[in-house]
């Protein structure tokens, strides 16, 4: 009896410690989320697609965000792009051409601008609302974090994450299911943006999936506003272009 009484606290006792590591991982990963980008925004990138030529093509879109889910995007250039959009609610995404006139259901791991970046990479929700942190290393520069998908609907099943001691979000792998690495991501050019916001200026990605290519994301601009609701639905999918200042 004595002995099972003492295996009894036991379990107990590792269930809390558990507990008490997935609150405190899960908190790290929130506030890099929050130094990476305000939780309601609006801001202005330039998406860049380079390839093993040295060719390049490029995209310039104003991108809104509202909590930790809702993203929306207007093309600004190139011309043959203008004036389409994308909305992000959760998991579900939609593409908005004018001349079809009416939402496309898009996928995560489909691209709007053909580069390595793929729908979840250019739409980003905050990585604490899809990912929940299995395990942390403290290093000499700050933490490594590695991520597990909470569900089986997002792009990439794991993330290893590195990020300074101050929780500047520097780099990510990506990782499917079963281990292969699908690309890395690197968080470039720290720059204040104002309002209290230092974060990456600049965003890299390649792949051994695709040798030689590489794209960018360019931020010129990354602001606090707040949305309504209403803006982040289908029906306004064609309005966005009334959001610029």
Avoid: H
Wanted: charged share 25%.
């Amino acid at each position: 009896m004595k002995n099972k009484k003492i295996a009894l606290l036991f379990a107990l006792l590792v269930s809390i410690t558990g507990l008490i590591f997935a609150q405190d991982a899960n908190e790290l990963l929130k506030r890099i989320d929050e130094k990476l980008m305000p939780e309601s925004y609006e801001s202005y990138r330039k998406l860049v697609n380079i390839e093993p030529n040295g060719r390049k093509k490029e995209f310039i879109v104003y991108t809104i965000k509202k909590k930790k889910v809702n993203v929306a995007m207007l093309f600004l250039a190139p011309a043959s792009e203008k004036g389409r959009t994308t909305l992000r609610l959760g998991e579900n995404m939609w593409l908005y051409i004018p001349s079809v006139g009416k939402p496309i259901r898009i996928t995560s791991l489909q691209s709007v601008t053909g580069g390595v970046f793929n729908n979840a990479d250019i739409m980003l929700v905050d990585y604490s609302a899809e990912y929940d942190v299995i395990k942390i290393e403290k290093t000499e520069t700050g933490y490594i974090l590695n991520l597990k998908a909470k569900t089986k609907t997002v792009a990439y099943d794991k993330m290893k994450m590195w990020a300074t001691r101050d929780e500047i979000l520097t780099k990510i792998e990506c990782y499917s299911a079963s281990g292969m690495l699908i690309k890395t991501l690197e968080f470039k050019e720290i720059k204040d943006f104002g309002g209290g916001l230092v974060t990456s200026s600049v965003v890299e990605t390649y792949s051994p999936l695709y040798k030689g290519y590489r794209s960018l994301m360019i931020y010129s601009k990354i602001k606090s506003r707040e949305f309504n609701d209403e803006i982040f639905t289908m029906n306004y999918m064609a309005k966005y272009e009334g959001l610029l200042k």
